[in-house]
Structures are given as structure tokens and as C-alpha cells.
DNA sequence: ACTTGAAGTTGACGTAGCGTCATCTCCTAC
DNA sequence: GTAGGAGATGACGCTACGTCAACTTCAAGT
């Protein structure tokens, strides 16, 4: 007993074109083929076939089920599973981060609010926020901003970005570590995050305290320092205020 | 201030062949191409770009991205982002259902098992368990099973997989609704796998109990039943002692 | 003015797993 | 002998670019 290639593809529910497609790539060759060039196929093409539908229905690639079914032993078989099943757990993980970054994201927008929130030195200008920021510390300190900003080289951007992801990176191991806000490292970093900031605005006191309060208080820049680290937000505040008390007047 | 195609690329991370591509597809047109096909961008186009990368993170399509960028109001912008966020949980879902079933994978493999362990009427042989077989019910049997087999068509093969399955969709269903397995709705869906059967192999009251013991007994088989539904393998089990009891000698 | 080297450009193919034509050939029945 | 159905073989399409290859362009140096 024989089977055509479109009983096949009857009984097993793909495709011709399936088929054809295995037989191109040596997954799943014919029994046999007529002079004609029909295809042939036997029980035994059925249950490979079979076990190849079950293995691409749990995800596998057509090469690692190529792999799986020419182990000779269980063992390397067993193996290219596990890596299968790691790599499920990690993009499942992978997803539900990206539900709730999405879920975030509505939200922000559903308040109203615009997308991409990180800038430079946020709270500042030169970003979505603009007219807040108008409003929030005056035209000149905005309008100085744009100028400094808009004169800037791609080198300077690019190291203004990186001396401010370097400043979260290196306060998250802090605070990782439970260094105290008032401890020294801590307040070194902070002024240079202070004197970032003079570049193109110079909070006084109370200016740099409300700003470190606003990282915690405004979503859409919590967001930004809690992706790097849970609790960096807050921490940031009370680094700010130390600071603010004991350096600023 | 503009830049560079390269400049964009290291300031964002991403390649200068990705910005010629969203250049290519429309979704980045840089600000302004000069006489010599060089291409410049703005400002404008930065803040695009991040907001682009934002929802490429997030798992859209560039489509998809397209479209959430072009939307005049949020309203819909966050239609698109509702419609991916259901996406990705059903993914998810998907891909935990994908962990479990790889992880019984692996067990029955190093249980020194087989893949696919269902075939038609289960428990007979022109499967992987041939060997078994032969050992559990004598190679009479087996050799008057396989050479039915091997004379049925297609079609004959398609009925008696479709037969199989409406068996245990029926089965599941009478179990869902609590109804005993003396009932006779019951008695009369294991009467037609007893039939079925009798195609190749006549069991007698002992091999009938014994083989509705086996689909509980060996994982290879369970698995398959209790797929279709938990508990189902123990309800056929019972179903068939009572049948075995009342109908056969 | 000419050359050189870096940076940029436009094709074009490759990736995974087939779907979907278009075009040809084969086989069987009448 | 011929019609019609089944099957065969290309070839393009899809996603989001990576990766050559083969040419230009542009700014700097001689």
C-alpha cells in the first residue's frame, strides 16, 4: 500500500505544497518516485511524518526536527529539547515584560501623555515636553536650553548619553549595594548629574529638589529610571535632596 | 544641525542599512537627501526614530508602527496597542501550554518511550510498539492486525481516525456532564470501541479490562487521553471494565 | 588638478516555512 | 485520440533587515 501526495496531505492535514517543500529540503523524502516524478509514500514516510508534525507543532524549527529525528540515541535528542524548552521559558518571560511594558504604554497615552519620555537630562526640554517645561521653569531657562542643545555634535550627544546611562548604572550597583544617599560616592555621582543639568539650566535649592521629587511623582519618568533599576526613582529623589541641602542655597 | 546616516546609526544603536531600509519602506524618510543621494536628518526625525525603536520593543511590526505613528488620535493609537497586547498574551499562553507539553516530551523519551505514542485503536500494534505488542498479545494477533491495516485505503484510514476521535470528544463530553460510566450513552460509545477493535484483534473480558488498565497505567497512552481531557483516561478505564464485566465472557 | 580613502549609494541575494500562482507533463478513462 | 484531473517544477511573496558587491561622492592631501 502507497499513498499519493495529496492522500497524504489528506490524511495528515498539511499541505502539498507541505510535503513537496519536506521532500526539497531531505526532511521527508518519498518512498519512492515514479519514473513520472509522482511521489510515493509508504507507512514509514507516515509516521515520520508524524513525528514531525508533533515536534513542529511544539515549536521546533524544521532543521532541529531534522536534528531530533536523526539522533541515534534518546540522549541527544533529550538535549536539543531542553535548549527547546529553555528557549520557550525565556521568550514567554520575554513576553509578559513586553504586556506590561505595552499596558504601560497605553496608559501614558490614555493620560494624555506622548511617547518616549526619556531624553537626555530629563525634565527638560528639547523633548515632547516642551510646553511643560515652559511652564514649569520659564521661556528663558527653555529657550537657553534649545540654543545649548541645538549646537551640539553628534560626539557630544552621544557622550551626554552616556554619561547619563553611566550615572544610573553606577547609582543601581549603589543602592544595590545599600549605600546610604548621603554617603559620598553617591553624592559625587549626583553632582555630576547636578552639573549636567547647569549646562544648560542651574536649579537652585528648591528647583533641584521639586525635579528630583517629579522623577517619582511623573510616570512617565519613574518609568525610565524603574526599568533600570526597582527603587532607583526613589532613591534618586532622596540623593537630590541630600544634595540640594547641603550643596545648593 | 543634521546628521550623518552613520551619525543617526551610532546615536540610536541601530544600522545604517535599517535607516535605508525605513527610508525604503517609507516609515523614516530622512529630513532632506542631498543632490548626491546623501541623506539628512533633523531633529524631527530623531524624535521619530525613538518613538519607532520605543514600539519595535514593544514587538510591533513596522506596519503596525506606521500605523500608530500616523494616527491623528490617540484613540486609535491605542486600539493598535490593545490589539498587540492581547496578541502577545495569547502567545504567552501559548508558548507556557508549548513548555508543558515538551517537558511530558522529554519524561517519555527518557523514559526510554517513543514519540508519538497515538495511533489509531492504541494499544495495538503497526505502531512503534510492534515489539510490545507482540510480547502483550502473542504474534498471532499482531500479524492478522498489521495485515488488515496494510490493505485499508486512505479513506478507510481517514473514517477510522475520525471515528476514534468523536469516540473521545463524545466520552469527554458525557464525563464533563458527571454521567456514570454504566450509563448506557456510555456503554454504547465503548461498545463501538470494542467494534473497532474487533477489526483486527477479538479481546476477551480479562484483555479488554487489562488494556483499559494499560491506558492509565502507561504515560505513553494517558498523555494522549488526557490531552483531550483530565480524567479521561480513568473514566474509559472504568467504562470499559463495566463493558468488559456485563458484555463480554 | 589629480589622487586617494572614507563614507555613502543602489541593487541583489539570503533568511523560515511555506502560500499562491503559472506553466507543463503525466496518466487514465472514454 | 483526446479531455480532464492530478501532479511536477519553477518563481515570487512575506518580515526585517544582514551581508556582500559594485559604484559614486566628498573632503583632504599632494
Redesign the pocket.
Known sequence: MSW????V?QLSG??????????A?GLLP?AW???????HYEQEQLFRLQRILLL?DLG??????GDVLAAQDHHSAVEVLRQHRTWLLRERRRLGQLVKTVEDTIATFEEGGTMNPSEIYQGFSHNEYEAEARQRWGDEAVDRGNAVVAEWTPQQWQDAKAEFNSQNQELAQLMDDGVAVTDQRVQDIIDRHYNGMTLFWTPDRESYTGLGQMYVDDERFAQNYESVRTGLAAYLRDAMKVYAETRLS
Open positions: 499519493s501526495i495529496n492522500e496531505a498539511v499541505t502539498s505544497r507541505t510535503l513537496r517543500h519536506y521532500d529540503i518519498p518516485t515514479a519514473p513520472g516524478g509522482r511521489r513542529r521546533l524549527g524544521l532543521d532541529a526536527i
